[in-house]
């Protein structure tokens, strides 16, 4: 038999009423809850389940409500004797994933992704940075494109997703030129992403400095359960390694899809998404149609997911 990796979404993943079932059904899930409204002085629950959800796309809101619903959800599993034998996560969703191999403690993490949302949302003046999907080209085109796009400005590959799927980032007028660029080079679809900055583009670099100083003081330990980074798509050994991984993640693009590969290689089989959405199962169905691929995201999916272990 395969391993089995628990994988946990970033950012775009939330909507309204993330979480509930399993508050409801799961009173340690609701002790998350209640201690990330502590930590971060809202009421996380409302925010989660009642909105406004112009407020919960915020990104300031929306990573500690997403690591705070994905870290109920993997609690609930380990609740149920279930364990990783491997974990990783999309951008915000590497902190989910670091919580649950024990390598950060839930308040620590609640804490830093939400001074990491503010640091993120600050980095640059709204509208000047932004986002898009280039959908049907290889990483070597979209990077071509970029560096005929830029003109003195930044636009760069952020996330590497699947075959065919790569987001770029950065100035918002070098991005349009970019998605010209792409639709008259063959992209199949090219789309604005609904996003607040520039992220894991060079332009995150200040942010990325000032984050490190909330890094140098957060208690990272050695991970007890295998976690690759999104910087690297490589395996981190120690808190030190997490520490300058995670800095480096918020100006560099996600290697999702090496991370996959890298996984599947090593024989994992099974891939649980543990959290909102279903973003990361359609990626990695994407990478690879030989593995098996569940969504964890409400109550209702609990007994799928142990019938599997």
Not at 276 to 300: C, D, H, W, Y
Request: a negative charge.
């Amino acid at each position: 038999m395969g391993k089995t990796a628990w994988v946990f979404p970033g950012q775009g993943s939330q909507y309204l009423g993330m979480g509930r079932s399993i508050a409801e059904a799961h009173p340690g899930a609701m002790a998350l809850m209640n201690r990330a409204s502590e930590l971060l002085g809202y009421d996380l629950a409302e925010l989660c389940w009642e909105g406004p959800e112009e407020k919960l796309k915020q990104t300031e809101y929306t990573q500690p409500a997403l690591l705070t619903v994905s870290t109920m959800l993997s609690s609930a599993l380990k609740s149920h004797g279930l364990a990783p034998d491997v974990v990783a996560g999309h951008s915000l969703g590497e902190y989910s994933a670091l919580v649950a191999a024990e390598s950060l403690d839930f308040d620590t993490a609640v804490t830093l992704v939400a001074r990491r949302g503010q640091l993120m949302e600050a980095a640059m003046p709204a509208g000047k940075g932004t986002m898009a999907v280039l959908l049907g080209l290889d990483y070597e085109k979209v990077a071509a494109i970029c560096r005929e796009a830029a003109q003195g400005e930044v636009v760069e590959p952020a996330n590497i997703n699947c075959p065919g799927q790569i987001v770029i980032s950065g100035h918002r007028t070098a991005v349009e030129r970019a998605m010209g660029l792409g639709r008259e080079q063959g992209a199949r679809r090219v789309v604005e992403l609904d996003v607040s900055g520039p992220f894991h583009s060079s332009l995150m670099r200040p942010a990325a400095e000032a984050f490190a100083r909330d890094l140098a003081g957060a208690a990272l330990r050695d991970p007890k359960v295998p976690v690759i980074a999104n910087a690297t798509a490589d395996y981190v050994k120690d808190g030190e390694e997490i520490q300058e991984v995670l800095v480096k993640q918020l100006y560099s693009p996600v290697r999702w899809e090496e991370t996959i590969q890298k996984l599947i290689s090593h024989g994992v089989d099974t891939f649980i998404e543990v959290g909102p959405g279903k973003v990361l199962a359609g990626l990695i169905k994407r990478i690879s149609k030989n593995v098996t691929v569940v969504g964890f995201q409400e109550m209702e999916e609990l007994e799928k997911v142990l019938e599997m272990a």
